[in-house]
């Protein structure tokens, strides 16, 4: 069974400063991958992106990064530049991608409210 | 535009009635998932699909029943006997069960009265 635990239900940040989001998972599976998705107050589920296990970078995608530590089963957010619009829900979340049941299993998520 | 439809946006249930949610995608996706969130919390699956005609239950099937007759439709139909069914319901697909990143419908808002 896969866990992802998100220990921080509410987040402040200043506008135009970085913020990490935290995210720790628990698997038994060898080939897994992490994805961040941000929920904002309409609803939809915007992905933002995605980590694979064997992945040695960590990735990056515009002002978003992943800082992964494999040995410690973490894997935060980063948001750069924090702007007022980035103000939502961000859930965290893992599937295995060899075997098994290869539905996302996610975090309680984190609201994240940005500052002017 | 491709992407997955989903329908009624809100909708209102009186006890002890069945309702069903529509979820149509014109992505050529082969798996497709259903998800339930509650207020302030994460989603919880509940069932998906990786091929049409085969379905398997998630985390929190009871009270739900599922089809998958068409690559591009999985509907969901909520049960009079799933004890607490007002929610908020996510509807998602990927191009193949091996491919990571979900694409998810607007979501549909079921309020028992």
């Known amino acids: 069974a896969q866990k992802i635990t998100q220990t921080q239900p509410g987040m402040f940040v200043q506008e135009k400063e970085a913020v990490t989001l935290d995210c720790t998972y628990d698997t038994s599976d060898q080939s897994y991958g992490l994805f961040w998705y941000k929920q904002p107050s309409s609803g939809e589920m915007i992905f933002l992106i995605y980590?694979?296990?064997?992945?040695?970078q960590n990735a990056t995608e515009g002002r978003y990064s992943l800082n992964f530590q494999k040995a410690r089963k973490s894997a935060n957010l980063v948001i750069s530049a924090s702007q007022l619009g980035d103000s939502a829900m961000y859930f965290c979340?893992?599937?295995?991608?060899?075997?098994?049941?290869?539905?996302?299993?996610f975090g309680s998520g984190t609201r994240l409210q940005v500052q002017p | 535009d491709g992407g997955i439809t989903q329908s009624p946006k809100y909708l209102f249930r009186k006890e002890g009635q069945n309702v069903t949610l529509s979820c149509e995608q014109n992505?050529?996706?082969?798996?497709m998932y259903w998800y339930r969130q509650d207020p302030g919390q994460g989603l919880r699956l509940i069932y998906y699909?990786?091929?049409?005609?085969?379905?398997q239950k998630g985390d929190i099937a009871e009270g739900y029943s599922v089809s998958r007759e068409k690559k591009e439709s999985f509907p969901l139909t909520v049960t009079s006997a799933q004890k607490n069914p007002t929610a908020f319901y996510l509807c998602?697909?990927?191009?193949?069960?091996?491919?990571?990143?979900?694409?998810f419908g607007e979501g549909s808002r079921l309020t028992v009265l």
């Open positions: 980590q694979g296990s064997y992945d040695e």
């Open positions: 992505l050529n996706h082969d798996a």
């Open positions: 699909s990786q091929i049409v005609n085969d379905f």
């Open positions: 979340a893992m599937r295995p991608m060899d075997t098994g049941r290869r539905a996302l299993t």
């Open positions: 998602a697909s990927t191009p193949t069960p091996n491919t990571g990143e979900l694409f």
